[in-house]
T-cell receptor, first 116, second 113 residues
Framework: DTAVSQTPKYLVTQMGNDKSIKCEQN?????MYWYKQDSKKFLKIMFS???????INETVPNRFSPKSPDKAHLNLHINSLELGDSAVYFC???????????????FGPGTRLTVL | AQSVAQPEDQVNVAEGNPLTVKCTYS??????LFWYVQYPNRGLQFLLK??????LVKGSYGFEAEFNKSQTSFHLKKPSALVSDSALYFC???????????FGAGTTVTVRA
């Protein structure tokens, strides 16, 4: 059984379009995250939600908007896509962010976004 | 603010030889330290973590890491590397009572047969 799943796996789209990436975890975790991995493989956190509440919002353009309908799902919507948005986006989850950092984050397989 | 350094972009070893992937960190207070591995076109897989206690941590696939507080290091080791260990390895740190995980730039490991 897949613990953290993302759809789609690949996303190719034109500049200016709006797209969404979905993430679901079946681990019963309270906290979910979105990371961006750039072309140099550098990983940077974008957002984090704990039980549907936004707790991390890094310096990310307003075109990116996370939505958490319930604690098992965290979707990422991107408006007006730009070339620089091309990257691999990873979803992750952990049991509870309030455990003082000790919780392991488990990652999804990633969504490779290509903006043409 | 916390940070992680992986000083080697690439590590090349022969199969059967020891493998070491280096990681140093900078953080205020006690750190929680993690190692992840990313195989080509795959997500990150958790290998091991240091929270407290024994400085030598054992993880998945025969990997281990040693926490050295005085040198602020958390090097990943495997006594005998396999070709299948070829992948991208990430070290990560979280300070106590902070939920932001900061990753190093990654080290590409190539194990030749």
């Amino acid at each position: 059984d897949t613990a953290v799943s993302q759809t789609p796996k690949y996303l190719v789209t034109q500049m200016g379009n709006d797209k969404s990436i979905k993430c679901e975890q079946n681990l019963g975790h309270d906290t979910m995250y979105w990371y961006k991995q750039d072309s140099k493989k550098f990983l940077k956190i974008m957002f984090s939600y704990n039980n549907k509440e936004l707790i991390i919002n890094e310096t990310v353009p307003n075109r990116f908007s996370p939505k958490s309908p319930d604690k098992a799902h965290l979707n990422l919507h991107i408006n007006s896509l730009e070339l620089g948005d091309s990257a691999v986006y990873f979803c992750a989850s952990s049991q509870d962010h309030r455990s003082g950092g000790r919780d392991t984050q488990y990652f999804g397989p990633g969504t490779r976004l290509t903006v043409l | 603010a916390q940070s992680v350094a992986q000083p080697e972009d690439q590590v090349n070893v022969a199969e059967g030889n020891p493998l070491t992937v280096k990681c140093t960190y900078s953080v205020s207070g006690n750190p929680y330290l993690f190692w992840y591995v990313q195989y080509p076109n795959r997500g990150l897989q958790f290998l091991l973590k240091y929270i407290t206690g024994d400085n030598l941590v054992k993880g998945s696939y025969g990997f281990e890491a040693e926490f050295n507080k005085s040198q602020t290091s958390f090097h990943l080791k495997k006594p005998s590397a396999l070709v299948s260990d070829s992948a991208l390895y990430f070290c990560a740190v979280r300070p106590l009572n902070d939920y932001k995980l900061s990753f190093g730039a990654g080290t590409t490991v190539t194990v030749r047969a």
